[in-house]
């Protein structure tokens, strides 16, 4: 598909990034950091579990690869990022653990 773009998300304890190909858009919900793919997909990570997102828009006379950081701190402890994400997950009705992976998807109940 053409117009679409490749996003990376560095997740704070991961050492991958998780990539997606074939991006749409990607925008801020709320706490969330959203990533629209072509195949009408959704994914939706906490902005304070992220540390970096790399977006790639070669396509359009941007550079190949611009980087973008996540000030995800704001002067929050990592005892309050762990807080949030867990009070997220709980009332998303899904595991903090699937939540951190970036699991969560429209079937679940944060769509």
């Known amino acids: 598909m053409t117009g679409t773009i490749s996003v ?30 072509a195949d009408e997909v959704t ?11 790399k977006e790639g828009y070669g396509y359009h006379g941007r550079p190949s690869q611009t980087e973008l950081v996540a000030e995800v701190n704001n002067g929050l402890g990592p005892g309050d990022c762990k807080r949030i994400v867990a009070d997220i997950a709980r009332a998303a009705g899904v595991s903090t653990e699937k939540l951190l992976r970036g699991e969560v998807d429209n079937e679940d109940s944060m769509a």
């Open 8 to 37: 990376s998300v560095q997740l704070l304890e991961s050492s991958q990034p998780v990539v997606y190909d074939n991006v749409v858009n990607t925008y801020t919900k709320g706490p969330f950091y959203c990533i629209y793919t």
């Open 43 to 53: 994914y939706k990570h906490p902005l304070c579990t992220i540390w970096r997102v």
